[in-house]
């Protein structure tokens, strides 16, 4: 079988390492001219002030979606102005569709960008041609922001201060921003006049035409800064310390109760806040005090039929925010049907939360990170609040690395857990190699050493990463030991060694048939294979193989999947209350994803399983609709179902339901009412968050959350929890 995948794989290297498709950056980058002006303007989303007829608009802009490299279908105008205070800028999208053609779901924050309608701008301030910026905004002035990193690592949550307005017409749609000179980042040089990279990109999602100020090839995004363009003649004030205070006041009423049996009332009144620093452009401080997290998304419950824990992502603001200098490591799969080997030495949700999600409070903490185009470094330290059972905690993670050749590093993190019991401490070594536009390599080696038990573990990964506009491949080797213990990261499995190639073929030929709405056909093959470390016995086989995908025109897609498997059980496995014996098993998945255009005002996603599972059989299904008929209302709903048949030592042959509705209610972008309702049938759970969100200015919020979880402890009793809070937070920039 390995030998087979490495056949495929070299094979593919040489079918298709010459892709005419791709191509380097331009030796002669395309230029934007900004304009000063000595006065403010009014931001409306007009663009109606004669300053703006002072600057030229932007050069054509070049299609990367669908037809790489061609003259897009509609124009898009950009044109950019600054004076002292703010850099402006004015975009205008052309249609002759008008205000028909814009699609729009909903006012979320940070949108998905599959939904909307959007312009995203990028900005390399250094010119270093590895670091980005970015700036976007849907047809009705929602904001999407986020840090980005040699278009690898993504900071997706980080909120920058600034304002933009827009307005729909008949003709197209306008969109207005002034960006404060501060929450930009830019060198302090002799020159007064500099140039930064700069990149500008448009999504007309009726269409999903992608075009671009400065082309680059569509396998990329346009945070890859060695293909973006220059923004020329700007003239912006010398950088200085600037301060962000952000405090808040909240009140909250808990109540919690066990086996129906009232435990906790209370009545709180706390008062906190952060502080953000910008000690120079590239280093930032952050401090904060008596940590509170009230507004954060609430978990959603998941029915788990794997044997790994599922991994939930981090929402809380503070630990968001550069979070890709610390994050580092290898997640091995592509698929949630396959191992899913993850290694990952630094999580931060293992600060401030129990395994159940409960919020541990946090007393004070820091941050520090220092960013440049040769070196990165950073180091965060908090400390957790004794509470009941869980002891005062000291958590720090520290994290080097060097930049070298273009587009290169090697870095180092460490992470300390210090408890009254004793310590945890994990060292780790990382790597990242670019070859070309193409190749890269990547790698790191990890150490964990618990001083109360006096265990020592090991984990490694090296990866090789191919990806091209026709092709994507990998090769993934990893091991774990027994006693890794990442106790501030997440692992998936420990004492295996795993093997995960994989290859993706985008077809998008002559011979594509229906070419007026398919758009690509995607099949692929990823196998994985896990070996005990001890023994070198095989616990793990998986080939998950995809003959069909398909992309359509509309970003519509369908997918039909096989997965054989071979599972060695080393112990029992009791999913969902399903018991199944320790012991060798072979079965085989399949599976349909099918999606209909997520932009429109109604749109469905499923994914169905079903085939044989252990013993048995298993047919699991996952549906949700949305319902958006304005971007002002959104309603979804999600049913959830695992049909065991006749499946573990007692031949179980059971039904397990999640439910789930979710609203999104909003007058504007700053005002929103959001709310979830989800029932469990595996232990009849129901929960329910329901938050009111007012932004009265920028990044200043006023917050009413109630929210409602009911869950199992490790004791098997029921806890009930319900809260009540109410938040006001108040952000002075100066």
Known sequence: MIRLTILLLFS??????????????????????????????????????????????SSRFIQVEPLQGTSPNFQTDVRVLYNKQFLYVGIFSKDSLGRNAIRATDFKRDFNVLQHDMVMLSFDGFNDQRNAMALATNAYGVQRDLLSFDDIYYDLDWDGLWKVRTTRTDSGWIAEMAIPWQTLRYPKIADSVQNWGFNIYRNRRLTNEVTAFSPYPRSFTSMRMDYAGLLKNLRPPPPKTNIRIQPYVITSYDKQKVDGIKTVSDTKLKVGGEIKWALSPNSVLDLTANTDFAQADADRQVN???????????????????????????????????????????????????DNGNQIPLEYGGRYVYRSSKRNYGAMLMRQKEVDASPGTNF???RYSENFGKQNRIGTLVTVKNQPQGSNVVGSVDGFFRFGESH??????????????GKQGMSAYAQYYFISNKLKMWWTQSIVTKDYDPQMGFVSRTNVIGTAPGIFWWYRGKHLPFKK??????????????????????????WTVYPVWLNLQSGAYF??????????????????????AAGAYHFTRQKIYASTDPSRKLNLQTIYWWGSYFNGRLRSGDW????????????????????????????????????????RFAINPRIQLIGFYQVNAENDSKNYNVRFSWEYQPLSYLYVVLNHREFQDLSSKTQTQDHAIMKISFLNQF
């Open 304 to 354: 788990n039929t794997t044997l790994f824990s599922v991994f939930f992502p981090e929402r809380r603001q503070f630990f968001l925010e550069n979070a890709s200098l610390f994050g580092i490591g290898v997640s091995q799969s592509v698929d949630e049907s396959g191992g899913l080997m993850r290694i990952q030495p630094f999580f931060s949700r293992r600060i401030g939360l129990d």
């Open 559 to 580: 997918g039909y999947s096989a997965t054989p498997t071979y599972q060695f059980l080393t112990e029992n496995f009791e999913p969902l209350g399903v018991k199944i």
């Open 440 to 453: 890269s390599v990547s790698t790191m080696v990890s150490v964990s050493n618990t001083s109360n038990t």
């Open 624 to 663: 949700t609709l949305q319902y958006a008929p304005s971007p002002h209302f959104s309603l979804s709903g999600r049913f959830n179902r695992n049909n065991f048949i006749r499946v573990g030592e007692l031949n179980t042959t059971t039904k397990i339901d999640l439910y789930a509705v979710e609203g």
């Open 517 to 542: 709405w398919l758009r690509a056909y995607e099949p692929s093959v990823f196998p994985e294979f896990y070996h005990q470390v001890g023994t070198g016995k095989l616990v793990e086989r998986t």
């Open 396 to 398: 720090l993670v520290a």
């Open 12 to 57: 593919s290297i040489c079918c298709f390492a010459q892709d005419t498709d791709m191509f380097k950056p331009d030796s002669v980058r395309k230029s934007l001219e900004a304009v000063q002006i000595h006065g403010a303007l009014h931001i409306d989303g007009v663009l109606n002030e004669p300053e703006w007829q002072l600057t030229k608009p």
